[in-house]
T-cell receptor, first 113, second 111 residues
């Protein structure tokens, strides 16, 4: 079975631009979460979606938004990019039951110049 | 969210056991203890989790103190591939699947 897949793997954008990152969860997983990891830090929670509804949101500005599609894939959108948005963006999928493991993708490395 | 405290780094020799500690003195009765690890240039990977009893799986063992205020991840025979950042995370029953990562502990393995 394919794991969590994210695209693109690397991306370079200019300040002020918009970016869309994509995630395909493991087959059968209905929950998708997004995390931002800046260099030297642990991942920080951005969003969780389950059955196309937002179930949780971290402390990120409104420039960050996401959505989940009927096939449970997800997009993370970031508007008006800042240099500080440069990071590794990770997607994780899991089963809806509590306390089950989360499976992470390899991430998208975003560089804002 | 209850907080966890881990040392910044540890070193181990290959093929020797490694004990990675985690303190969580404010843990509540409904918090599960999860461990994830992140190898260089990869996303985090689930290792093990437990509530009260010690747990074993193919990757590691988790020893939980009787008062649950600390736990230890045990790698029985470290390999070079085990060099990674290890995160100890508490997840409350009834909460969503949000993972709150700290800085983790960086494990180096010497050949």
């Amino acid at each position: 079975d394919a794991g969590v897949t994210q695209s693109p793997t690397h991306l370079i954008k200019t300040r002020g631009q918009h970016v869309t990152l994509r995630c395909s969860p493991i087959s059968g997983h209905k929950s998708v979460s997004w995390y931002q990891q800046v260099l030297g830090q642990g991942p920080q929670f951005i969003f969780q979606y389950y059955e196309k509804e937002e179930r949780g949101r971290g402390n990120f500005p409104d420039r960050f938004s996401a959505r989940q599609f009927p096939n449970y894939s997800s997009e993370l959108n970031v508007n008006a990019l800042l240099l500080g948005d440069s990071a590794l963006y990770l997607c994780a999928s899991s089963l809806p039951e509590l306390n089950t493991e989360a499976f992470f993708g390899q991430g998208t490395r975003l560089t804002v110049v | 969210d209850a907080k966890t405290t881990q040392p910044n780094s540890m070193e181990s020799n290959e093929e020797e056991p490694v004990h990675l500690p985690c303190n969580h003195s404010t843990i509540s009765g409904t918090d599960y203890i999860h461990w994830y690890r992140q190898l260089p240039s990869q996303g985090p990977e689930y290792v093990i989790h437990g509530l009260t009893s010690n747990v074993n799986n193919r990757m590691a063992s988790l020893a939980i103190a009787e008062d649950r205020k600390s736990s230890t991840l045990i790698l029985h025979r470290a390999t070079l591939r085990d060099a990674a950042v290890y995160y100890c995370i508490l997840i409350r029953t009834g909460a969503n699947s949000k993972l709150t990562f700290g800085k983790g502990i960086t494990l180096s393995v010497r050949p």
